[in-house]
Each structure stands twice: as structure tokens, then as C-alpha cells.
């Protein structure tokens, strides 16, 4: 099994930036895909960005696209979040998990092990 710990979380002034990094430790890293997901207080869950296992393939969710770039690092086990132009309506706990696929999924139910979260505060 891989373990994740994700760090860069804080609070930030809106239209600032945060990385968020995501280290995975066990079980091989490089050979599935990796996503991002948050959830906000009294809010479902929900997709940020996800990136293929060779960093060729990457999705993001309408509400990110070109804010936030997912990256990854395969000889460094981590993956990452480069969030810019931050609003108030980011402020959620960020949640990074991996998944056993080739493809890039943006559905919660294909990933196969999740981090414990970071939370990022964005004040307006």
C-alpha cells in the first residue's frame, strides 16, 4: 500500500498562491494516476486535478483551469499543486490520492488510497 502526506496548506490573502506537495511512501508511486480533490465545509467532496502516471495527461476541474497546475515528480514520489489567483471559494481541505490506472480518472470512487488532507484558507 502507498502512504501519502500532503503539506504546503495555509492561509493566504485572495489572489495569492500556495504549492501544495504530496509525498507517497510504500508501495510503487510512479505507475498509477494521481489527483487532487477538496472539500469545503457543509460541501460534497470534489475533483481539483488529476495527472497521469507519466505526467503526459492531465485534467482539471472547470473551476481551477488555468489557476492551478498539477505536476509530478516520479523520482521524488511527489506530486503537486501550484495554485494561483486563489479566491475565497477555495478555502477547503485539499485532499491528494492515487489511483492503480493508466488513465486520468476525476471520479472519487477510482482512487485506491487517499492522504489525510491540508487545509487551505483563502480570505477575501
Known amino acids: 500500500q502507498v502512504q501519502l502526506v500532503e503539506s504546503g496548506g495555509g492561509l493566504v490573502q485572495a489572489g495569492g498562491s500556495l504549492r501544495l506537495s504530496c509525498a507517497a511512501s510504500?508501495?510503487?508511486?510512479?505507475?498509477?494516476?494521481m489527483g487532487w480533490f477538496r472539500q469545503a465545509p457543509g460541501k460534497e467532496r470534489e475533483f481539483v486535478a488529476a495527472?497521469?502516471?507519466?505526467?503526459?495527461?492531465?485534467s482539471y476541474a472547470d473551476s481551477v483551469k488555468g489557476r492551478f497546475t498539477i505536476s509530478r515528480d516520479n523520482a521524488k514520489n511527489t506530486v503537486y499543486l501550484q495554485m494561483n489567483s486563489l479566491k475565497p471559494e477555495d478555502t477547503a481541505v485539499y485532499y491528494c490520492?492515487?489511483?492503480?490506472?493508466?488513465?486520468?480518472?476525476?471520479?472519487?470512487?477510482?482512487?485506491?488510497?487517499w492522504g489525510q488532507g491540508t487545509q487551505v484558507t483563502v480570505s477575501s
Open positions: 490520492a492515487g489511483a492503480y490506472t493508466h488513465f486520468v480518472p476525476t471520479f472519487d470512487k477510482r482512487y485506491d488510497y
Open positions: 495527472i497521469g502516471w507519466s505526467g503526459g495527461s492531465t
Open positions: 510504500g508501495r510503487t508511486f510512479s505507475n498509477g494516476a
